[in-house]
């Protein structure tokens, strides 16, 4: 079972990346011709979070015992759903510093090293896969973080659709961000005695770090969605400003501090 997910994780790997790169050879739209590596990076993101975290919501009703016995109870698709996300985190990083500097992709490059640790050590272990198909929910709230993206780099900040998608991206961080983060940091701690001490640090570790940046990501989009009487200011296409990076390639990035992409 192990080599078979290791098999597939390389399989994912390859074809995000793949992806990534045929991307390239496709213009982006118009308004987002300034930051066309952002553009491509959260396109494929988006594609990794619909697929994994519809996934992870049709297994769970499907099969329930993944939730009620996370350790052990879990069909072979499952297997399969979570080594195609550790191929993508894998590949998602390497285009990072493929195209980042390590400054300016460190927060994120830390989220996809825990996230690829747990996840690997459920593929290795054939352990933990329904407590992974859980956390693979958190993926509904990244795909309406990345449409959110989208629309930010299309400059569509004012319109219904970007504040439909605002709080797309809130009521789902609620639901499926931070009630699966609370359900398996509850459940970690009354179960401990049933987990192997290492295996317990390791979740633990990943609770809190991604829990913390879940927590930052929605006060940033709260703060600038909701909170704020004025409209996001546009961004900026013709020249770099302090919150404009220029990656590898010589194209410009513009960081948008609302909106910490979250790839779980």
Same mark, same amino acid.
């Given at each position: 079972?192990?080599?078979?997910?290791?098999?597939?994780?390389?399989? #994912?790997?390859?074809?995000?990346?793949?992806?990534?790169?045929?991307?390239?050879?496709?213009?982006?739209?118009?308004?987002?011709?300034?930051?066309?590596? $952002?553009?491509?990076?959260?396109?494929? #993101?988006?594609?990794? +979070?619909?697929?994994?975290?519809?996934?992870?919501?049709?297994?769970?009703?499907?099969?329930?015992?993944?939730?009620?016995?996370?350790?052990?109870?879990?069909?072979?698709?499952?297997?399969?759903?979570?080594?195609?996300? %550790?191929?993508?985190?894998?590949?998602?990083?390497?285009?990072?510093?493929?195209?980042?500097?390590?400054?300016?992709?460190?927060?994120?490059?830390?989220?996809?090293?825990?996230? %690829?640790? =747990?996840?690997?050590?459920?593929?290795?272990?054939?352990?933990? /896969?329904?407590?992974?198909?859980?956390?693979?929910?958190?993926?509904?709230?990244?795909? =309406?973080?990345?449409?959110?993206?989208?629309?930010?780099? #299309?400059?569509?900040? &004012? +319109?219904?659709?970007?504040?439909?998608?605002?709080?797309?991206?809130?009521?789902?961080?609620?639901?499926?961000?931070?009630?699966?983060?609370?359900?398996? +940091?509850?459940?970690?701690?009354?179960?401990?005695?049933? /987990?192997?001490? &290492?295996?317990?640090?390791?979740?633990?570790?990943?609770?809190?770090?991604?829990?913390?940046?879940?927590?930052?990501?929605?006060?940033?989009?709260?703060? #600038?969605?909701?909170?704020?009487?004025?409209?996001?200011?546009?961004?900026?296409?013709? $020249?770099?400003?302090?919150?404009?990076?220029?990656?590898?390639?010589?194209?410009? %990035?513009?960081?948008?501090?609302?909106?910490? +992409?979250? $790839?779980?």
């Amino acid at each position: 079972m192990a080599s078979w997910g290791l098999l597939v994780t390389g399989a #994912s790997f390859a074809a995000f990346r793949g992806l990534h790169w045929a991307l390239q050879l496709l213009p982006a739209p118009g308004s987002a011709a300034h930051d066309r590596w $952002k553009w491509r990076n959260i396109c494929v #993101s988006l594609l990794h +979070s619909l697929l994994t975290g519809v996934g992870a919501l049709l297994g769970l009703s499907l099969y329930p015992q993944m939730a009620a016995d996370p350790i052990h109870g879990h069909p072979p698709w499952a297997l399969v759903l979570v080594a195609v996300s %550790v191929g993508y985190f894998l590949a998602d990083g390497v285009d990072m510093l493929w195209n980042q500097t390590l400054r300016q992709a460190w927060e994120l490059l830390c989220h996809h090293l825990v996230v %690829v640790s =747990c996840f690997s050590t459920a593929i290795l272990s054939s352990h933990c /896969v329904g407590f992974s198909m859980v956390s693979l929910l958190l993926e509904l709230n990244s795909a =309406c973080l990345h449409l959110r993206q989208l629309l930010l780099l #299309s400059h569509q900040a &004012p +319109s219904l659709a970007f504040r439909m998608a605002s709080w797309a991206t809130l009521a789902t961080l609620a639901l499926f961000r931070l009630v699966p983060l609370g359900w398996m +940091s509850l459940w970690l701690i009354r179960q401990q005695h049933q /987990v192997p001490p &290492p295996l317990v640090i390791l979740g633990a570790t990943g609770l809190v770090t991604v829990g913390a940046l879940s927590i930052t990501l929605g006060v940033r989009i709260l703060v #600038s969605d909701v909170l704020r009487s004025q409209p996001h200011p546009p961004i900026p296409g013709h $020249k770099e400003t302090r919150g404009t990076r220029r990656c590898r390639n010589g194209e410009l %990035v513009t960081r948008d501090d609302s909106t910490l +992409s979250l $790839k779980d």
